[in-house]
C-alpha cells in the first residue's frame, strides 16, 4: 500500500478509500491528518447556489463544532 493510503470506510454501505493528500501531494505535515468519525455525525451536502462547485463534495461532517468536507477521493485524483 503506498504511505498515503490509511484505510478504508464504509459509507453509507459504499467501501470509501481514506487517503491522506498532505503525504500524497509533499505537504507540511498536520497536528491530525486522519480521524474517526461517526455516521450520526455526517450531513448531506447544503445547498451552496450557483456561484460553489460542489462536484468533489462527497458529504459534509460535523466535527468538534466545526464543518468538515469529505471530498471524493476519485474525482480529486482524477482531476
Do not use: C, Q, W
Request: proline share 5%; hydrophobic share 50%; charged share 25%.
Amino acid at each position: 500500500m503506498p504511505g498515503h493510503s490509511k484505510g478504508v470506510i464504509n459509507l453509507r454501505g459504499k467501501i470509501i478509500p481514506v487517503m491522506d493528500l498532505r503525504i500524497k501531494f509533499s505537504l507540511a505535515n498536520a497536528d491530525e491528518s486522519v480521524t474517526n468519525i461517526a455516521a450520526k455525525d455526517l450531513e448531506p451536502n447544503p445547498d451552496f447556489g450557483t456561484s460553489f462547485v460542489t462536484d468533489y463534495l462527497l458529504v459534509m461532517a460535523k466535527l468538534e463544532g466545526r464543518f468538515v468536507a469529505l471530498l471524493d477521493i476519485h474525482k480529486v485524483v482524477a482531476a
